[in-house]
Structure formats: structure tokens, C-alpha cells
């Protein structure tokens, strides 16, 4: 069977570095942090009282009437808010499509746990029957891919994957495939999160997992840094747009970029560690590369999981080593969590828009915080500096709790 080649022809991008793809982009060329103080949540008692939070947001009422966002949790007006800057770019709206051929697959970690604390506090203060009927819907993690099909009417396949922090990587690599396979003609991708509240702030901060830089938020995500101690909070979304590259050339939409290979392991390790030896992200890795039928030596540009804690930093950077051999100390790593923050179920998306913009682009945002790089982290990760650089094929990492692990393989357009 032949398969399709796939086209990225849309993005959308919502975090703490920005409400919009262009703004966002920008703010991570400079190497501006968008880590700080939480302004949305109460912080007394929080062990941990600072993230990668999106500010000033308000979604369009042309998306979600007033009185429904009210009703939805936050994650899925980010995926609307996202998704729609992703369908408008690529033109997908003007495209001549069966809209049963237009499909969403979107990565979610949580769903909407902020609704999830309200309502429990609800229901404890008021009674039962003051949780509101809108609970349930807000709250499910496929609720975000239905409300965007809702929306604009997309009929093709409609549903979410939660694989931790792999979520809307997988995502990707799950929508590449439908087109590659001939059964949709386009697919909205990615993922979307928004779970930085009290109870998961002191979750993650009972595992020892977070960062506890309170007084310097901004300095707090530090891949590589040998004075990391933990990863940053992030929340948003990050939106993408795949098409079937042959009909969309037809239509003459701009295509920016192509989804080339994916590999998706398991580490068949631990709930929560990496494999100190890359049992599942070596051949992750290896598998992106096979299906795209090229060598290592291709790959100029890997946009790192790299979350700022003690063993995962270093596990990816021996991962890295044994696939890419002596090309490694070539290719040049960053990490865009030092300025986002981890977005969970939603950093697959977002960082995969960071490796498909370094190929339209040609430069590569950094990993800032780098101050004094562990001895054990020994690649070129960009530090502090946005670089030029141009790569013909970007790599994307994406691995989470569970042992589950994601990397997808982008050329340039």
C-alpha cells in the first residue's frame, strides 16, 4: 500500500509566552521566560506557587457564547481558541473537502480538573444537587475535539488521547497516520491542558517533581543546568493542521511543512522514571527515523522533552547518543520548557509547532536558564540564545509517565 504523504498546513498556539502563534514565536526567539508568580489562583499554603500560566485571556464570544464559558473548563476554550488560529491559517474553511473527511484527534493529560476542584467543593459545601449539569461535559477529556467538530462541523473521526505528557504528541502521530493510511483528508491535532490549580500544584510537589524556586519563577526551568531541581507547571495549547499534501498543493494552501515518521514505545520500566538506559526512547527514536526512510545524519534540529529534572535530562541526552552516534555533538537540542513551562498533556503540540517553525524559519529557539550545563548533558542545546541554523528535519521528543514515549519526525516544506 502507498501511503499518503502529510502536509502541515495550519498552527495555532496559545501558552504563557502568548495568546497567538506569532506572539508566542517571538517571545521565544528573544529567550523571554514566560514562567511567573500564579495570578490566577490562590497561593497561600501552595508549596509551589509559580508556572507557565496564560494571562489575559479571554476567548471569542464568536467561539463559545459568554454563558457557556462559564460552563466549560478552560482547556477546551484553549483548544477553540488554538485550533481555530490553526484552521484559519492553513485555509482549511475555503478548502473543497468532505467534511466527513475532516477529522480531530487532540492530547489531553487531566481534562478539566479546575472544574473537577470546583465543583467537588460544591457538592461538599452546598449539596449535590447544586453541581451543575454541565459538570460531566466540561470536564471530559474528548470534549475539547467535539467542541471544535461542533463548531465548524468536521464529521470524520473525533476523539482524545491522555497519555500523560506523550498526550497530544501521540496525537500527532495518530492524525499523521489516518491521512497516511488514505481515511481522512485533513486532521486538527495537538493538544491542549489547563491544570494548574491547588490540587495538582500539590500532586506533582508531593512527588518531588516541581521546581521550588519561589523567589525566582523566571529561572526556575533550567534543562541541562547542573542546579535544576524539577520541572515548571505549563499550561495552553498547541494546535496543528495536517492535510493530505497532494490534495492540499491542489487547492494551493502553503505548505509549511511535512510529518514525515513517528515512533511510539514504552519503556516497560516505571510509573514515573525514565529508562536510565533508553529501553524505550532509543527505539522511539529509531522508529521515526525507519518510517521516514532516512538516515540520522539528516536530522540538524531535536526539540528535547527535557523537563528540568535530574534523571530525565540526563537519560534523553544518552538516548540522543546512541541513536544519533557521532552526528549528536552536530545536531543542535533545545528545550523550549525552560520559557513554557511543562504543559503536560499539551507540550507535544506546543513543541512540535517549536520544530516546524525552526524549519520554516530556520532558527532555533533556545533553552535559556543555561548557566552552568551538567557535565552528564554534553550536546549543543542552545543555550540562552536563539540560533541560526536552517535544518532540513526536525525531531520531536515527547515522553511521559507510564514509561509511554513519543517522537515525530518533521522535514521542511
Same mark, same amino acid.
Given at each position: 500500500?502507498?501511503?499518503?504523504?502529510?502536509?502541515?498546513?495550519?498552527?495555532?498556539?496559545?501558552?504563557?509566552?502568548?495568546?497567538?502563534?506569532?506572539?508566542?514565536?517571538?517571545?521565544?526567539?528573544?529567550?523571554?521566560?514566560?514562567?511567573?508568580?500564579?495570578? *490566577?489562583?490562590?497561593?497561600?499554603?501552595?508549596?509551589?506557587?509559580?508556572?507557565?500560566?496564560? &494571562? *489575559?485571556?479571554?476567548?471569542?464570544?464568536?467561539?463559545?457564547?459568554?454563558?457557556?464559558?462559564?460552563? =466549560?473548563?478552560?482547556?477546551?476554550?484553549?483548544?477553540?481558541?488554538?485550533?481555530?488560529?490553526?484552521?484559519?491559517?492553513? !485555509?482549511?474553511?475555503?478548502?473543497?473537502?468532505?467534511?466527513?473527511?475532516? $477529522?480531530?484527534? @487532540?492530547?489531553?493529560?487531566?481534562?478539566?480538573?479546575?472544574?473537577?476542584?470546583?465543583?467537588?467543593?460544591?457538592?461538599?459545601?452546598? $449539596?449535590?444537587?447544586?453541581? +451543575?449539569?454541565?459538570?460531566?461535559?466540561?470536564?471530559?477529556?474528548?470534549?475539547?475535539?467535539?467542541?471544535?467538530?461542533?463548531?465548524?462541523?468536521?464529521?470524520?473521526?473525533?476523539?482524545?488521547?491522555?497519555?500523560?505528557?506523550?498526550? +497530544?504528541?501521540?496525537?500527532?502521530?495518530?492524525?499523521?497516520?489516518?491521512?497516511?493510511?488514505?481515511?481522512?483528508?485533513?486532521?486538527?491535532?495537538?493538544?491542549?491542558?489547563?491544570?494548574?490549580?491547588?490540587?495538582?500544584?500539590?500532586?506533582?510537589?508531593?512527588?518531588?517533581?516541581?521546581?521550588?524556586?519561589?523567589?525566582?519563577?523566571?529561572?526556575?526551568?533550567?534543562?541541562?543546568? &547542573?542546579?535544576?531541581?524539577? =520541572?515548571?507547571?505549563?499550561?495552553?495549547?498547541?494546535?496543528?493542521?495536517?492535510?493530505?499534501?497532494?490534495?492540499?498543493?491542489?487547492?494551493?494552501?502553503?505548505?509549511?511543512? /511535512?510529518?514525515?515518521?513517528?515512533?511510539?514505545?514504552?519503556?516497560?520500566?516505571?510509573?514515573?522514571?525514565?529508562?536510565? /538506559?533508553?529501553? !524505550?526512547?532509543?527505539?522511539?527514536?529509531?522508529?521515526?527515523?525507519?518510517?521516514?526512510?532516512? &538516515?540520522?545524519?539528516?536530522?540538524?534540529?531535536?526539540?528535547?522533552?527535557?523537563?528540568?529534572?535530574?534523571? !530525565?535530562?540526563?537519560?534523553?541526552?544518552? #538516548?540522543?547518543?546512541?541513536? =544519533?552516534?557521532?552526528?549528536?555533538?552536530? @545536531?543542535?537540542?533545545?528545550?523550549?520548557?525552560?520559557?513554557?513551562?511543562?504543559?503536560?498533556?499539551? #507540550?507535544? $503540540?506546543?513543541?512540535?509547532?517549536?520544530?516546524?517553525?525552526?524549519?520554516?524559519? $530556520?532558527?532555533? #529557539?533556545?533553552?535559556?536558564?543555561?548557566?552552568?550545563?551538567?557535565?552528564?548533558?554534553?550536546?549543543?542545546?542552545?543555550?540562552?540564545?536563539?540560533?541560526?541554523?536552517?535544518?532540513?528535519?526536525? @525531531?520531536?521528543?515527547?515522553?511521559? =509517565?507510564?514509561?509511554?514515549?513519543?517522537?515525530? @519526525?518533521?522535514?521542511?516544506?
Amino acid at each position: 500500500m502507498q501511503l499518503q504523504r502529510v502536509a502541515v498546513t495550519g498552527m495555532g498556539a496559545i501558552c504563557g509566552l502568548g495568546n497567538d502563534l506569532k506572539t508566542v514565536w517571538e517571545n521565544a526567539l528573544k529567550g523571554q521566560s514566560g514562567i511567573s508568580t500564579l495570578q *490566577n489562583q490562590n497561593i497561600e499554603g501552595m508549596p509551589v506557587t509559580f508556572g507557565g500560566e496564560v &494571562k *489575559n485571556f479571554k476567548l471569542s464570544e464568536d467561539l463559545m457564547p459568554l454563558k457557556d464559558q462559564e460552563r =466549560f473548563d478552560v482547556f477546551n476554550q484553549y483548544a477553540l481558541h488554538a485550533g481555530t488560529e490553526a484552521i484559519v491559517q492553513a !485555509g482549511l474553511l475555503q478548502a473543497n473537502y468532505d467534511k466527513t473527511r475532516i $477529522g480531530i484527534i @487532540l492530547g489531553t493529560g487531566l481534562g478539566g480538573f479546575p472544574h473537577i476542584e470546583m465543583h467537588h467543593k460544591i457538592l461538599l459545601e452546598k $449539596g449535590a444537587r447544586r453541581v +451543575s449539569p454541565f459538570f460531566i461535559p466540561s470536564v471530559i477529556p474528548n470534549m475539547a475535539p467535539g467542541l471544535l467538530s461542533i463548531h465548524y462541523g468536521f464529521q470524520g473521526l473525533n476523539y482524545s488521547i491522555a497519555s500523560a505528557c506523550a498526550s +497530544s504528541a501521540h496525537a500527532i502521530g495518530a492524525a499523521a497516520t489516518e491521512i497516511m493510511l488514505g481515511r481522512q483528508d485533513a486532521m486538527i491535532t495537538g493538544g491542549t491542558e489547563s491544570v494548574i490549580t491547588p490540587f495538582t500544584v500539590a500532586g506533582f510537589a508531593s512527588m518531588k517533581a516541581l521546581s521550588k524556586r519561589n523567589e525566582e519563577p523566571q529561572r526556575a526551568s533550567r534543562p541541562f543546568d &547542573k542546579d535544576r531541581d524539577g =520541572f515548571v507547571m505549563g499550561e495552553g495549547a498547541g494546535m496543528i493542521v495536517l492535510e493530505n499534501y497532494e490534495k492540499a498543493k491542489a487547492r494551493g494552501a502553503r505548505i509549511i511543512a /511535512e510529518v514525515v515518521g513517528w515512533g511510539a514505545t514504552s519503556d516497560s520500566y516505571h510509573i514515573t522514571a525514565p529508562h536510565p /538506559e533508553g529501553a !524505550g526512547t532509543i527505539p522511539c527514536m529509531h522508529q521515526a527515523l525507519n518510517q521516514a526512510g532516512v &538516515k540520522p545524519e539528516v536530522v540538524g534540529y531535536i526539540n528535547a522533552h527535557g523537563t528540568s529534572t535530574p534523571q !530525565g535530562d540526563i537519560a534523553e541526552t544518552n #538516548a540522543i547518543k546512541s541513536v =544519533f552516534g557521532a552526528h549528536a555533538k552536530k @545536531l543542535v537540542v533545545s528545550s523550549t520548557k525552560s520559557m513554557t513551562g511543562h504543559l503536560l498533556g499539551a #507540550a507535544g $503540540g506546543l513543541e512540535s509547532i517549536f520544530c516546524i517553525k525552526a524549519l520554516e524559519t $530556520g532558527m532555533i #529557539a533556545p533553552t535559556i536558564n543555561l548557566e552552568n550545563q551538567d557535565e552528564q548533558c554534553d550536546l549543543d542545546y542552545v543555550p540562552n540564545k536563539a540560533r541560526k541554523v536552517d535544518p532540513q528535519y526536525a @525531531l520531536n521528543n515527547s515522553f511521559g =509517565f507510564g514509561g509511554t514515549n513519543s517522537s515525530t @519526525l518533521f522535514k521542511k516544506g
